[in-house]
C-alpha cells in the first residue's frame, strides 16, 4: 500500500519556475516506479514523467521544449517535479502515481496508487 500526498502547486506566473513534491508512504518504495501525471481542463490526464526509485531511470513523455526535470530524494520518500518557464498550457491538476513496474510504465493503467492531486495555474 502507497500513500501519496503532492503540494507545491498554485496560481504562478509564466515564465517563473515552479517544484512540484509527493510525499510517498510505504514501507519500502524500492520496488515501485513514481511518475507525474497531469490534466489540463477539459482533456485526458497524460503522463509527463516517470522514475524508477532504485536506480533514479527516468523517462519524459508529456514533457515539451525539455522544461520538465523528475528526480528524487530517497531519504525523504520524496519525488519531484521541477517545471520552468512554466506557460498558460501548463495549466492542470498534477497527480504523483506509484507503479509496482519498478522501472517504470508509460501506460497510465500499471499506475496502482494516485494521489489527491495539486492545481497549478499559470497566468500570462
Known amino acids: 500500500q502507497v500513500q501519496l500526498v503532492e503540494s507545491g502547486g498554485g496560481l504562478v506566473q509564466a515564465g517563473t519556475s515552479l517544484r512540484l513534491s509527493c510525499v510517498a508512504s510505504a514501507r519500502d518504495l524500492s520496488h515501485y516506479a513514481m511518475a507525474w501525471v497531469r490534466q489540463a481542463p477539459g482533456k485526458e490526464r497524460r503522463l509527463v514523467a516517470y522514475?524508477?526509485?532504485?536506480?533514479?531511470?527516468?523517462q519524459y513523455l508529456d514533457a515539451p521544449e525539455g522544461r520538465f526535470t523528475i528526480s528524487r530524494d530517497i531519504a525523504k520518500n520524496t519525488v519531484y517535479l521541477q517545471i520552468y518557464n512554466v506557460k498558460p498550457q501548463d495549466t492542470a491538476v498534477y497527480y504523483c502515481?506509484?507503479?509496482?513496474?519498478?522501472?517504470?510504465?508509460?501506460?497510465?493503467?500499471?499506475?496502482?496508487?494516485w494521489g489527491q492531486g495539486t492545481q497549478v495555474t499559470v497566468s500570462s
Open positions: 522514475i524508477n526509485w532504485v536506480g533514479g531511470n527516468t
Open positions: 502515481a506509484a507503479s509496482s513496474y519498478y522501472s517504470g510504465s508509460s501506460s497510465m493503467v500499471d499506475y496502482e496508487y
